[in-house]
């Protein structure tokens, strides 16, 4: 069992930085694919960016590219998705979730979820 706590989101203007922080529990927490998923009002839940166990390789969605880092600790069960150069189409509710699997971008595969924290990105 993993249970994941999301925090760092806020009200920023367009441009501007911000980094999330998921902190997760438990002792297993290097034995999983961690990612970062979002959902804007009225649309479905989407793929942000996901990293392997050992933090060795990255994965993001096109959108996000060159401006978004996934990034974990694994001694402080933490992963992190620092978040640059914010845009309006960025507001969502954004989700850590953690994946025993090796799926990476395919939101049902993944095994636990967080509560989500909100991102708006204001003009």
């Known amino acids: 069992q993993v249970q994941l706590v999301e925090s760092g989101g806020g009200l920023v203007q367009a441009g501007a930085s911000l980094r999330l922080s998921c902190a997760a529990s438990?002792?297993?927490?290097?034995?999983?694919?961690m990612g970062w998923f979002r959902q804007a009002p009225g649309k479905e839940r989407e793929f942000v960016a996901a990293i392997t166990r050992n933090g060795g390789s990255t994965h993001y969605t096109d959108s996000v590219k060159g401006r978004f880092t996934i990034s974990r600790d694994n001694v402080k069960n933490t992963v992190y998705l620092q978040m640059n150069s914010l845009q309006l189409e960025d507001t969502a509710v954004y989700y850590c979730?953690?994946?025993?699997?090796?799926?990476?971008?395919?939101?049902?595969?993944?095994?636990?979820w967080g509560q989500g924290t909100q991102v708006t990105v204001s003009s």
């Open positions: 979730a953690a994946e025993s699997g090796s799926s990476f971008s395919t939101l049902n595969k993944y095994d636990y």
């Open positions: 438990g002792r297993t927490f290097s034995s999983y694919i």
